[in-house]
């Protein structure tokens, strides 16, 4: 059986835009009717200003300006309707490519290129209310979801969950990738978060390559069925389909922060990028298999739907302009980021002042003193 066989696949929007829910999408269709215009045609602006973003910092790196970049093209869906299903008081820990989740929340994306140029160890303060409750990236595969679920744990234990006050109620979505299902963070987070029935959303986004190891090599049954294993409830969505990616992301969240436990999505997605600027995709898959991908590309998809609906060239002409303006702006605000100084790599490792930090820095404030002219 195929993932698109499965009958617990939830999935609101056909490949073509038109409306085909599933049977096991009735249930969200309510929370899906709910939705206004301006919310769609945010969803569709969401996807394509944070593409036009994303080409261009990929240009940024193949240039020179950055040291890598870890390409969302083709996860736009899966992403923007869950980060728009969060609520402002929840707290969202990504991976490192989860762009428009930053975006939508407050971060400014130029953090984002500071970190993959180097010039930060973290990028922005998660606890800065304007970056709204967003963690940063984590680059060490995995170990976010135990941040996550430490957070999570935090919430049940100082009351800020589970209280029956969905406007004050707390809750926690993070996000990983197939490859990363398969680290042992994840399974640890997940056993103490069925444990402690922690107000958590695991977010998994299967992009159906870990790096260049497919996901059929990596499990030989559907990746949602982990969380299963684990007593957590789990849902596979469309993750091209950004409705459905919403409707599940919002109903998970709220069941969560009201008390009922962790959650688990599993999102079908396609990487259709590289890995990173680092990686050659060719080496390992096909143009068909890319092709047949390209056919289920979730803003053509969204944009086909808007259009059944009168959405007038006007806004898409918006949007267009708007995407391009931002990448020109990060563009210009990449090529004047200036370097930091060598000791800057000591500030915030800890959050207090440790003896081999400061015997780290006082060495290397010697070795750059031994090159000056006259040194011995």
């Known amino acids: 059986m195929t993932p698109s066989e499965d009958p617990a696949l939830v999935r609101v929007l056909a490949a073509d835009g038109s409306l085909a829910p599933t049977a096991a999408a009735e249930r969200y269709l309510p929370l899906i009717d709910a939705l206004t215009e301006a919310d769609l045609e945010q969803f569709y602006r969401d996807m394509a200003v944070i593409r036009a973003f994303d080409q261009q910092a990929t240009n940024?790196?193949?240039?020179?300006?950055?040291?890598?970049?870890?390409?969302?093209?083709?996860?736009?869906?899966?992403?923007?309707?869950?980060?728009?299903?969060?609520?402002?008081?929840?707290?969202?820990?990504?991976?490192?490519?989860?762009?428009?989740?930053?975006?939508?929340?407050?971060?400014?994306?130029?953090?984002?290129?500071?970190?993959?140029?180097?010039?930060?160890?973290?990028?922005?303060?998660?606890?800065?209310?304007?970056?709204?409750?967003?963690?940063?990236?984590?680059?060490?595969?995995?170990?976010?979801?135990?941040?996550?679920?430490?957070?999570?744990?935090?919430?049940?234990?100082?009351?800020?969950?589970?209280?029956?006050?969905?406007?004050?109620?707390?809750?926690?979505?993070?996000?990983?990738?197939?490859?990363?299902?398969?680290?042992?963070?994840?399974?640890?987070?997940?056993?103490?978060?069925?444990?402690?029935?922690?107000?958590?959303?695991?977010?998994?986004?299967?992009?159906?390559?870990?790096?260049?190891?497919?996901?059929?090599?990596?499990?030989?049954?559907?990746?949602?069925?982990?969380?299963?294993?684990?007593?957590?409830?789990?849902?596979?969505v469309d993750g091209n389909d950004v409705l459905a990616s919403f409707a599940v992301t919002r109903t998970a969240l709220d069941e969560a922060r009201a008390g009922h436990g962790p959650r688990a999505i599993e999102a079908l997605t396609y990487r259709m990028g590289a890995h990173t600027t680092s990686d050659d995709p060719t080496k390992y898959r096909t143009s068909e298999e890319e092709q047949s991908w390209a056919e289920r590309d979730p803003i053509e998809r969204m944009r086909a739907y808007l259009r059944g609906r009168g959405a007038s060239d006007a806004f898409f002409a918006d949007v267009e302009a708007e995407g391009r303006a931002l990448a020109e702006d990060v563009r210009t605000r990449t090529t004047a980021l200036e370097t930091i100084q060598a000791d800057q790599i000591f500030s915030n490792v800890y959050s207090d002042p440790h003896p081999l930090v400061d015997e780290q820095r006082a060495w290397l404030a010697g070795y750059e003193a031994s090159f000056e002219e006259g040194a011995s």
Not at 197 to 219: D, Y
């Open 60 to 236: 940024l790196q193949r240039q020179g300006q950055l040291a890598l970049w870890p390409p969302s093209f083709g996860q736009e869906a899966a992403q923007v309707g869950s980060a728009r299903a969060a609520r402002p008081q929840d707290h969202l820990f990504p991976s490192y490519r989860e762009h428009v989740v930053a975006r939508i929340r407050g971060v400014d994306v130029l953090d984002i290129i500071r970190v993959m140029r180097g010039l930060t160890h973290g990028g922005w303060d998660p606890f800065d209310p304007k970056n709204g409750n967003t963690h940063i990236y984590t680059l060490v595969l995995g170990a976010q979801t135990l941040h996550a679920t430490g957070m999570a744990m935090g919430l049940v234990f100082d009351g800020r969950s589970g209280t029956g006050d969905p406007d004050r109620d707390e809750a926690v979505i993070v996000y990983y990738g197939d490859g990363a299902s398969s680290q042992g963070d994840v399974h640890e987070s997940m056993v103490f978060a069925a444990s402690y029935q922690t107000p958590e959303v695991f977010f998994l986004q299967n992009n159906q390559w870990a790096i260049s190891v497919p996901v059929a090599t990596q499990s030989r049954s559907p990746l949602y069925r982990r969380g299963e294993g684990a007593g957590i409830p789990s849902i596979p």
